[in-house]
């Protein structure tokens, strides 16, 4: 399947794109959709040891479903959307039409954002 967003990621490590989101952002629901993820129940430092321990220093991005949810969110900041290619079955949280975080998605593709896109 074929994800999007506007710009690199900051973070590529999954564990501390993770805890960012939680510890700094306090983003709770990263809590619940992590425990989901691994089925299991704890602390939030609990959880994250255990994602650790299973995935190590595997790379996390968030991305979005469509080219369109990626340039509305995020478009004003770069003129380029980046295409990965990932597999649903390792998508850690979802937001819906703001994105989803998941683990070793594949870049394959740089795209210009089409000027009228851009407008809007």
């Not at 003129?79 to 989803?100: A, M, N, T």
């Amino acid at each position: 399947m074929k994800g999007y967003r506007i710009n690199y990621p900051e973070e590529p490590l999954a564990w501390k794109a993770l805890s960012f989101e939680y510890d700094e952002l306090g983003n709770e629901h990263i809590k619940d959709d992590l425990s989901s993820f691994l089925k299991i129940q704890g602390t939030w430092e609990s959880i994250l040891s255990e994602f650790k321990k299973r995935y190590e220093d595997v790379k996390g991005v968030w991305l979005t479903h469509t080219e369109e949810e990626a340039i509305r969110y995020d478009g004003r900041f770069g003129q380029y959307y980046l295409v990965y290619e990932y597999d649903p079955k390792l998508i850690v949280s979802d937001l819906g039409p703001d994105g989803f975080f998941v683990l070793n998605a594949e870049f394959v593709d740089e795209k210009e954002i089409p000027e009228v896109l851009l407008e809007e």
